[in-house]
């Protein structure tokens, strides 16, 4: 449980989607001032009060970006006012027909990886300085089918499946990147599979799925706050159980993937 009196603070972005919300309102149960990184004002304002009202937590507010603009990530950044203990990524579309964001990449890449990875390296310097700090990448066991040679599928058909799919295999490939990189700075960063909820993501993608908001929301929340992960780094949970990914092995790929990323 968080100090009341001196709370960390936590950043959770998506955070007026079902997954997202439920993450912010059990990390402002357990007394962490929380910031929603949202698009919608006025999702977020009905968030921040339903939050406030069912947690008599007051110190939860908001902050808008859209996370598959890198301008938008940098000036939230640059924005930030004081520490940030644990930045949550958690944001993440499954747009049905391909786009392309006004920054001209494509929008399930843009916000699902880009994102992320845009969001940890702005606030390096900030989670340094409040360490130890934590990244949670809130990723899926549903991964694979990467491509470093298209990954904003420009030469395969896209389906959204296929897009996201990609998206969460690269969330779980640069998980260890960025851990080795940060170590040192005192930021541990992990990822997980929240769990199968029925959200308006997966419905998206043609699932239901047969968890709460609330179940999903453990495994990153245990990722955020419990005490048995101090110093744990670069690994992959699920049902808040380390389990072997994948995708481990798959070093080169995996700073390939980071530099391709960095050239954005």
Request: proline fraction near 4%; charge should be negative; include cysteine.
């Amino acid at each position: 449980m968080n100090d009341p009196h001196n709370p960390k603070v936590a950043a959770v972005t998506g955070a007026t989607g079902a997954i997202g919300k439920a993450i912010a309102h059990a990390l402002a149960k357990a007394n962490f001032r929380v910031v929603l990184i949202t698009r919608d004002e006025e999702k977020s304002k009905q968030a921040v009060e339903e939050i406030q009202s069912k947690t008599n937590n007051p110190d939860i507010c908001y902050e808008l970006a859209d996370l598959s603009l890198k301008s938008a990530v940098e000036s939230l950044a640059e924005s930030w006012g004081g520490p940030l203990h644990v930045l949550i990524n958690n944001a993440a579309i499954t747009p049905k027909t391909r786009q392309v964001t006004k920054e001209g990449i494509e929008l399930q890449f843009a916000t699902n990886v880009l994102g992320y990875f845009w969001m940890t390296n702005s606030f390096t310097e900030i989670l340094s300085a409040s360490s130890p700090s934590r990244v949670i990448y809130v990723a899926s066991y549903w991964a694979g089918g990467l491509d470093l040679n298209d990954l904003e599928f420009e030469r395969r058909p896209y389906h959204n499946h296929d897009a996201y799919r990609q998206s969460k295999q690269a969330n779980r490939m640069l998980t260890p990147i960025f851990a080795s990189r940060l170590k040192e700075k005192g930021v541990t960063v992990n990822a997980c599979h929240p769990g199968d909820v029925n959200s308006s993501l997966s419905n998206d993608l043609g699932f239901g799925g047969s968890q709460t908001p609330g179940q999903g929301a453990e495994t990153p929340v245990w990722l955020a706050a419990s005490e048995e992960l101090e110093g744990i780094t670069g690994k992959y949970f699920e049902r808040k159980k380390q389990v072997r990914c994948q995708f481990s092995s798959l070093q080169f790929e995996s700073e390939r993937l980071y530099e391709i990323c960095s050239s954005y």
